[in-house]
């Protein structure tokens, strides 16, 4: 790290509590330092450089492998499941330290983000909002679609996962109501993500963005976003209608079930009730 870089020395002291697994009572002195450093800077959120310097030291540990990071992510685990709460845009800085770092191979900082999200370090909307919501030209990027993909994934998967969950055989009255209740929460929670990746989408694809409107509108790269931005709304959109399809489909089946249960006798009227 430059001398000269902003937090330089305080990240270097990060970096070598840190390297010696230091409780994070030894840490959080030097994070209060670079709070009080971005305020006297009139930085607004003084969460976010701190969080860049906490992330970045946390990739330069890990650099030998997957397995380091990994493990570095584990001890850290605790400040970085506090950061998304108290400030969305240090959540989402955390993506920016990872890709930044990893810039030179988007496809590990892609796997680390990967990893976050299954820590709920990231919130699926914090990755959609850090690739779709300020950088046009993050849509013609290969590992920026595989990171929007495979966050994607992980939603409706877990959609798929709770619903069949929710058809088990043996199942109590009791656990069911739970299991349906879950599915639904989650339907929710992957329709919210749509719905935002729908308005971010349309920003681009119609050059509504601001950062579309400065400038000539009619630039080969402005052109070029629009049609990367129709692409994308495209493929999420026919995502979208699968999974609301299947739902569809399985709600129809649920409903031939209870149909054939009532049917077939006194002992399944009486497991409905």
């Given at each position: ?183 639904e929460r989650e339907r ?7 719905r935002l990746m729908e ?75």
């Open positions: 790290m430059k001398a000269d870089t902003p937090f330089s020395k305080e990240g270097q002291e990060v970096l070598a509590l840190l390297r010696k697994k230091s409780p994070e009572d030894a840490v959080q002195p030097i994070i209060d330092r670079i709070h009080a450093q971005a305020l006297d800077l009139s930085i607004s959120d003084p969460l976010v450089p701190s969080t860049d310097v906490y992330v970045t030291s946390i990739c330069f540990i890990g650099s030998k492998s997957l397995s380091h990071v990994l493990s570095c992510i584990e001890r850290c685990k605790e400040r970085l499941l506090n950061i998304g709460p108290q400030s969305p845009a240090a959540r989402k800085q955390i993506i920016e330290s990872v890709m930044e770092y990893w810039k030179d191979q988007p496809g590990i900082g892609v796997n680390i983000v990967d990893k976050l999200l299954n820590y709920t370090i990231l919130s699926p909307a914090s990755v959609v909002e850090w690739a779709l919501g300020k950088q046009g030209k993050r849509l013609g990027e290969a590992f920026v679609y595989e990171m929007v993909s495979a966050t994607v994934g992980k939603v409706t998967g877990r959609v798929r996962q709770v619903v069949k969950a929710t058809k088990a055989q043996g199942l109590t009255a009791e656990q069911r109501k739970v299991l349906e209740e879950t599915a929710s929670a992957m329709r919210e993500l749509f308005d971010l989408l349309v920003g681009w694809a119609s050059g509504a963005k601001d950062e579309m409107q400065t400038g000539d509108v009619d630039s080969d790269a402005d052109t070029m976003v629009r049609q990367w931005g129709e692409r994308w709304l495209r493929v999420f959109r026919r995502k979208f209608a699968v999974e609301e399809a299947w739902s569809l489909e399985v709600a129809k089946e649920k409903v031939e079930d209870v149909v054939a249960e009532a049917n077939g006798g006194s002992e399944s009227v009486e497991m409905i009730e």
